[in-house]
Structure formats: C-alpha cells, structure tokens
C-alpha cells in the first residue's frame, strides 16, 4: 500500500500514487493502520477501497479477497462509455457484460446506455451476494450472438496475426473461448463440438 503510493519504482505506482492516491497520514506508521483495520482475516485478504478514486483511509477501505476485488474494478482505458461493463454495440445497442476470474457474463443487449448501466448494477449487486442466483437470471435470456463481418461465420473471427481464426461462443451467459484455428472450416467445426458437448 505505501509502497504503490509513494514510491515511484514501484511497477504499480501509475495506477496508484500517480494518479494521486495517498495513504492516510497516521497509517504510515502501522500500529494505528492495525488499530483501524483489525488483524487480516486470511493469508488470501488484502486491503481493498471501496472507491478507487479515494485515498486509503479507515472509511475508504475493507479486507476483501482477489476474487472481491475483481468485481470493483475501475474503468479501462479502452473504455469508450464511461462505465464499466458497459459496451455500445453500433447505434441502437448497448451490451452489459461482467468479467470475473476469467469467465466473461454476458448479462444481455440494451437500446440505451443506462438501461446497460443499471442491468449491470443490478448483477453485480447480486452477485457478490449469490453468484449462483445471479448466473441464472442470465441463463433464460435468448443469447444473441452476431455474425463477424469478415468470416460470416457466428463467433468466428480473424486472429490478429493475419494468418488464423478464432472461435468463441457464449453458452447460458457465459463466454468461452474454443481455440486457435489456421481455417475458417476448422473453427467453425471446432465450434459446433464444443457448444453440443457443452449443452448434453
């Protein structure tokens, strides 16, 4: 924590003390760190903020997991509409989307932004509470899932390298990735196993 914040060697110091993060001043010495913050539940718990734009500080900051933290992420520079998860889709559409330890939640298609912004929030909110009961409420929705322009070829697109394809598919919300493949027929074959093998 101090080390992110003050110390500019530090890999993670951009994310932290260049952005202007600052650790509250009587938690530089530890004993009053420890007095605010408890005796660390578990080797796997580390200090989260509950607003990754504030300081760390005793109102600021909880232990959580890695897997906690996963779900309070900030925004991407990719990010294009201001909030997390949230991903326009051409001119009508919105997608909100949740990724968590790997696995992308498709959480459903949205004629406006914040009609994607609060179906996200709803999720997430759900989730930390019950992952399982959050999941299902995806389940049931028709998973619509767009042709590439270039292959014409459901969830099958050109690798960057130029040479290859990728195949992807999204089976009851969640998105998963079917492997590398040097022609279009291979993917598309690929593809077609893995979601009948995955829906038996």
């Not at 951009?14 to 760190?33: A, C």
């Not at 999941?135 to 899932?145: E, L, N």
Request: with cysteine; hydrophobic share 30%.
């Amino acid at each position: 924590m101090m080390s992110r914040c003050y110390n500019p060697a530090e890999p993670q110091y951009r994310n932290y003390g260049g952005r202007g993060i600052k650790v509250d001043p009587t938690w530089h010495h530890f004993r009053f760190f420890a007095r605010d913050m408890g005796i660390r539940p578990g080797p796997k718990w580390t200090i989260e903020r509950k607003d990754n734009n504030a300081n760390y500080c005793k109102s600021n900051c909880i232990w959580a997991t890695r897997s906690d933290q996963c779900v309070n992420r900030r925004l991407f520079k990719s990010n294009t509409s201001g909030n997390t998860g949230v991903v326009r889709l051409g001119d009508k559409q919105w997608e909100s989307r949740f990724d968590y330890l790997g696995v992308r939640y498709r959480i459903g298609r949205h004629r406006t932004k914040g009609e994607a912004v609060k179906a996200r929030t709803q999720f997430t909110t759900q989730f930390a509470c019950n992952p399982h009961d959050a999941i299902s409420t995806i389940i049931s929705k028709d998973q619509v899932v767009w042709n590439n322009a270039k292959t014409k070829q459901r969830g099958v697109c050109p690798h960057a390298d130029g040479k290859g394809y990728i195949a992807r598919c999204t089976i009851a919300g969640v998105r998963h990735y079917v492997g590398y493949f040097i022609t279009i027929e291979e993917a598309v074959d690929a593809r077609s196993r893995f979601i009948k093998a995955q829906t038996r």
